[in-house]
């Protein structure tokens, strides 16, 4: 397939001889540990800026917070009076009170213990933190975790046209490590293998070799599954642009620019004995089919459907995360 190649008119494939799922090809030669090391050790040197994922941009209402924990810190999110997100530390700095069960009145975060007013404008001994929303996700920056060199923004992939897409944003939490989750999807070989009722027909076309100078990048071509016989073959690649997020971009066939973000939120601080980390994974779909427009108008009836399947695969790859964290933690485990 080419990648300028204009969609299909028909989306739907029809596999004329399908295999069974144990006389598929292997992938394990290609499935190179040092390939997958390399690339995800690429991705763990690019910049993140101090930002972190937490949560979707429609999970915080307008009259009560949010509360997270993110690298062992508690903090609380919230909307001020114009609907713009704030966040600061989720300890009142008068008696230490979880803010997260505080409620909001005209934008004013308002303590339940005492009655401490606290603004987006902060207060002494109590600094609010820089928050990011991008339409779909929500994002905070705590320098104190990440310890690199501030951005003011947050490395943002490029996505569809917001008003021409459908986004649902799922959520997991799993016993490991940001680069265990960012490992899994460094590895798209092993997609139709632990995922044989969603993907088929899998084939890694291109994956980053040495030091990826040029491209860093996996691409793959694979099929939807639909029915054993009835799929949707697509071509993929797989990003890193920072240390705790891969892009899947669909770049031909059905749903071209569509784009799946998956991104890894440590929730335990570093060195914890036994690390949880958030999967926040956002699905931007998009499509050139007229008919997609009626699709966007029923996003309300779209979103659990696609968080149910995020959800599915999540449950799989989990495993795989906290598989690969439980060995790097005890490598005396036997295999």
Known sequence: MSNRSRTPRFPLALRRNPLSWERQDPTWRDARPAVIDSALKRAQARPSGNWYVVGGSDEVPRRAPLGRTVAGREVVIWRDAEGNLAAGPGACPHLGAPLKDSPVRCGTLVCHWHGLSLTAQGRAGWRTLPVHDDGVLMWVRLDSAGE?????????????????????????????????????????????????????????????????????????EVSFRLTSRLVVPVRAAFTAPEPRTVVMHITDGEGRDSVVETHATPLTAPGHPTPRTAVVEAVIATSERPGFTVARHASALLRPLMRATAGRLWRDDLAYAERRWKLRSRPDLPC
């Open 148 to 220: 690199e060199q501030p951005l003011e923004r947050p490395v943002i992939p490029a996505r569809p046209r917001l008003a021409r897409s459908v986004g649902a944003v799922y959520t997991g939490v799993g016993r490991c490590e940001p680069e265990d989750i960012v490992a899994n999807r460094l590895d798209p070989w092993h997609g139709a293998w632990l995922h044989p009722y969603s993907f088929v027909d899998l084939k890694v076309v291109d994956s980053p070799d040495g030091d990826a100078s040029e491209t860093d990048a996996f691409t793959v």
